[in-house]
């Protein structure tokens, strides 16, 4: 069983920019291809950027060139770096881990604001 642990969201006013942050247990990390979804009110959850074992990385259209994502094996950290945030970017965002099954963090709220 792998748990995630998500921590940084928070109010922020557009343009604005914040990191999340999520840890997971387990000792094989390395192993797992972490990704950062986000889910609006009365919308679908959606993939936001994922991150493989060898460091590659996917964003969704709606992101690329404002946010990038991490990760720390040792730390067994994944990161979500958001710059310029737009007000369409509020959201729930969660942590998903992916290795064999998949599996999810609680969620942390982000909001832009004016």
């Known amino acids: 069983q792998v748990q995630l642990v998500e921590s940084g969201g928070g109010l922020v006013q557009p343009g604005g920019s914040l990191r999340l942050s999520c840890v997971a247990s387990?000792?094989?990390?390395?192993?797992?291809?972490m990704a950062w979804y986000r889910q609006a009110p009365g919308k679908q959850r959606e993939l936001v950027a994922r991150i493989t074992t060898g460091g590659t990385t996917n964003y969704a259209e709606s992101v690329k060139g404002r946010f990038t994502i991490s990760r720390d094996n040792a730390k067994k950290t994944a990161s979500l770096q958001m710059n310029s945030l737009k007000l369409e970017d509020t959201a729930v965002y969660y942590c998903?881990?992916?290795?064999?099954?998949?599996?999810w963090g609680q969620g942390t709220q982000v909001t832009v604001s004016s």
């Open positions: 387990g000792s094989i990390f390395r192993l797992y291809v």
């Open positions: 998903n881990a992916n290795y064999n099954k998949a599996y």
